[in-house]
């Protein structure tokens, strides 16, 4: 089945610690997204990539990185400067040319 | 900037009513693109309307619609008959541009009891 994979559903990490999270999508999709939510927020863009070896920063990417060696994945590293890393983090993909994101299922991260 | 308001946190209604939730957007751009989305408990988004700017008609979709008057800046989105299903967040967003990065309002919280 066509779709985004991201994993792990859930992850804890000690504060302090890196941490990558996965995003893989089998659509094709040429531009690649990863999103930040925080209980009661909207959705807020940490970074996006619109071709491969290419990313541009979103509203929210200090404390993270991220790669796009290959069109169907884009992993982001939360870093240990970012102050505040427990939240839910989701990752989309859109097809060229389209103006809709389709999202995979997120991974909940918890720093202890 | 950019920004998209949903100004009802949350809404709790019986199955079987209707129910609105409202959107309000801003932004200079002549050109622009509208969406809504559901994200049930399992937390995945589900995409359910795009509306280009350009487009001002009304759409119904089963027991969903959608109103979008550029006049207002408004994009509210209708649920007749509601279902213990329909029971998610519901986010409405807006396309920025460069890169058709998303801007979202901070979500309107829909209970449905039976």
Redesign the interface.
Known sequence: DGGITQSPKYLFRKEGQNVTLSCEQNLNHD?M?W?RQDP??????IY?S?IVNDF?K?DIAEGYSVSREKKESFPLTVTSAQKNPTA?Y?C?S?EAGA????????T?LTVL | AQKVTQAQTEISVVEKEDVTLDCVYETRDTTYYLFWYKQPPSGELVFLIRRNSFDEQNEISGRYSWNFQKSTSSFNFTITASQVVDSAVYFCALSEAPGNKLVFGAGTILRVKS
């Open positions: 531009a997204y999103y009661g927020q909207g959705l807020r863009l996006y619109q541009q979103g839910f989701l989309a859109k103006r809709e994101q389709f999202f995979g299922p997120g909940r």
